[in-house]
């Protein structure tokens, strides 16, 4: 039996990261969700993730501080990180994926990363 990916989704718009993962819970994943990279360190802490999809840009814990701390102390980890902003791609060390996107869509790099 296949093993059931476990992901962490980071993400300060509650619509989008409730919505998200009611998608991958109904896509039969393992989910766990924070709003922020308090929230996240939290869950890192207590649980194994296959994943990490994350914002980059959140009022507790985003931007660049969040991205250093993923890079320092997580960097075994897969991670994607989502952002409205075009300009941070080629300073994260991530795959990065530009807002808006579809469910369809990350799930596929989701996928990808896992290979």
């Not at 207590?46 to 009022?59: A, G, L, N, T």
Request: overall charge negative.
């Amino acid at each position: 039996m296949e093993k059931i990916p476990t992901i962490l989704f980071v993400e300060d718009d509650e619509d989008i990261r409730l919505c998200f993962r009611d998608f991958l819970e109904d896509k039969g994943y393992n989910i766990f969700v924070a709003s922020d990279g308090v929230g996240a360190i939290k869950i890192l802490t207590d649980q194994e993730v296959d994943v990490i999809v994350s914002d980059y840009r959140m009022e507790i814990l985003g931007g660049k501080y969040w991205i250093k701390f993923l890079h320092k102390f997580c960097k075994d980890m897969k991670i994607i990180v989502t952002t409205g902003y075009s300009n941070i791609a080629s300073t994260v060390p991530f795959p990065v994926i530009s807002k808006p996107f579809s469910f369809d869509k990350l799930e596929e790099e989701i996928i990808n990363i896992l290979k």
